[in-house]
Every structure is written in structure tokens, then in C-alpha cells.
């Protein structure tokens, strides 16, 4: 890679089966929206098909995409949930692989970048970048803030934001500057496991759990409690609600798992943001599935949602 082109903001992800696939995808956005650099990516399990022809280094294994992006490939030793490891992960890219980098983003392997990288570049310059989720409207008097607000004293944190928000931990920008705000996460993350316990999956079985959703109930947290300041986008940031200028978060149907026209067909689900844009993507420049089945669903996904103006499948 030519030094000139490589953006100083570097980005990483986590994954671990099938979520390869949206690796691919998520890189091959970055590249369609001006990104040049490395993509760092943690991951349990067997190196991807599609990353066959890198070059292994140490601990690293090293793909090129032939266009300005190199992926590269590190094997995480943790039995966390990947969830609950994102700080952990973000600071060492930082700290360890790209000691040059002025920022680092991470996005979940099931996301679509849609807006300009230069965009992302200028974002850091106003603080940690997060993203609203759509699940849980928060206030500062909400009583699970009120909880976390006790809690965090309990811990000895005496700084708290009234912010009137509930973030998403699948996209986090952070500058190197700001990097304290990683260790202020892992650690926040660390007394969550020691006094509720680490849970295998994404959250706990009630919402009245205090941390119902470790991962991103930490990272809320952890907003709350910086000396940073948080610059944050709203649900449509991620295309949760209306419009689709930033990123696309396909965190509810995996787009690589989804039988377009059957789904419309036997549940009357029709195609999604994710499922389009999957397909859209998944050829170039890291070809993901093969030209059959990607010539195949260009014309299911617009006629699965054509059909899906007519037909409602009922009880």
C-alpha cells in the first residue's frame, strides 16, 4: 500500500463461523466508500476461503484485496464473548498493531458501511463516536441509569454524564488521544463479570437485570462515566429507523443465512437493507460466494420485494 493513501484511522472487527462472510462484505463497503488500510480482525475458529494467498507473519495472516485494503487476520485467545471483548480488542490494535494510527473505528461483522470514510476521519475529532440503539429509549432518570449511576459509585467513579442515551457497541470510533476511554471500558467490563457474572451469550434472560446486555449496557456505561466527550449519532445511524446514510446493521437476520424468496413465500419476511446490500457487495473485490449464486440473488432480492407489495402471508 502506497503510504500517501492509507487513512491515519485504522479499523478492526471480531468474528468467529459464519460471520467471515460479513467481513467480507463490511471490507469490501469500506472500500467502496474511499477506506485504504489495514482491517484488523480477531477471530476464533478457521481462516475464511476467501482469504486464500496471504502471507503469514508471526501471529498474523495477511490478506490483500487488491485495493488499498489488506485484511489481516489474528487469532484471539479469549473464551469471552466477543460482546464483552471489544475494548479489549480495540486497545490492542492500537497499542500493539497499529502504534502509528491516530484512531481506531470497530463495526460488527454484520455491517455495511454506506457513508464516506472521510466522514468517519473528521467524527473523531469530536469525541468518542457512538450510535444509539434502537432498543432502549434511556433518560437520566430511567431506573437502570439511576442503578448504574449507583453502582459506578459504588465503584469509586465519581464523574457522570447526563447523557440521554442508549448506545450500540457495534460501531465505536475512538482517537488515540481518547484511548483512556478504552482501559475505562475494559475496566467497567471487568467488575460487570466479577460481581454478576460473564454469561456465554448476548444477554441475560431479564431485561431487569441491572446488565442485562454486558456488552453494550458496559459501554453505555462506560459513555456515562468518561472525562471524553461522546459525539453520537442517532438509531438512523445505523439504519434503524429511516434513512441510510452512514452505516447498515443487519444484526437481526444474517443477510448470508437468509433464502430470499422462500422467506417471503413460507413467513412473509421480505428482503432487508442487509440483504440487499449483501448481495450488492458480496463479489468485489473479495469475492464471498460464488458468481452463481450472486447473479442469482441480484434479481431474487427485487423480485422478492416486488412480490412482497402483493403478497401478505396470513395467520
Known sequence: ?????????????????????????????????????????????D??????????????????????????????PTDLHFAQYKPTWMLRVLEEFEPDAQGVYYFDPDMFVVGAWAFFERWLAFGIA??????????????????????ASELGYTH??????????????????????????????NAIRRDFGAIEGMRTPA????????????????????????????PDGMAFERGEWLTVHAY??????????LDLLVSGEKPDRGARLYWELAGAPIQVESAARIRRHRWLVPLAAFLSRFYQRRG
Open 1 to 45: 500500500m502506497s503510504a500517501a493513501s492509507v487513512s491515519p484511522i485504522t479499523v478492526c472487527t471480531l468474528w468467529e463461523k459464519d460471520h467471515h462472510k460479513g467481513v467480507a462484505t463490511l471490507v469490501n463497503s469500506l472500500v467502496r466508500f474511499g477506506y485504504r488500510g489495514r482491517v484488523w480482525t480477531g477471530y476464533k475458529g
Open 47 to 76: 481462516l475464511p476461503e476467501w482469504a486464500a494467498g496471504g502471507v503469514t507473519q508471526a501471529d498474523t495472516y495477511t490478506f490483500s484485496t487488491g485495493s488499498g485494503v489488506e485484511v489481516v487476520f489474528v487469532k484471539v
Open 130 to 151: 457512538a450510535c444509539e440503539d434502537v432498543g432502549y429509549p434511556f433518560n437520566p432518570s430511567h431506573p437502570l441509569a439511576l442503578g448504574w449511576r449507583a453502582y
Open 160 to 189: 457522570w454524564n447526563e447523557i440521554n442515551a442508549y448506545f450500540n457497541s457495534g460501531l465505536v470510533g475512538v482517537s488515540r488521544e481518547m484511548r483512556s476511554f478504552l482501559r475505562l471500558w475494559d475496566e467497567v467490563m
Open 207 to 234: 431485561r431487569t437485570d441491572l446488565f442485562h446486555r454486558p456488552g453494550q449496557d458496559g459501554f453505555t456505561l462506560a459513555t456515562y462515566l468518561t472525562t471524553h466527550p461522546v459525539s453520537w449519532v442517532g
Open 252 to 261: 437481526l437476520r444474517k443477510p448470508w443465512r437468509r433464502r430470499v424468496l
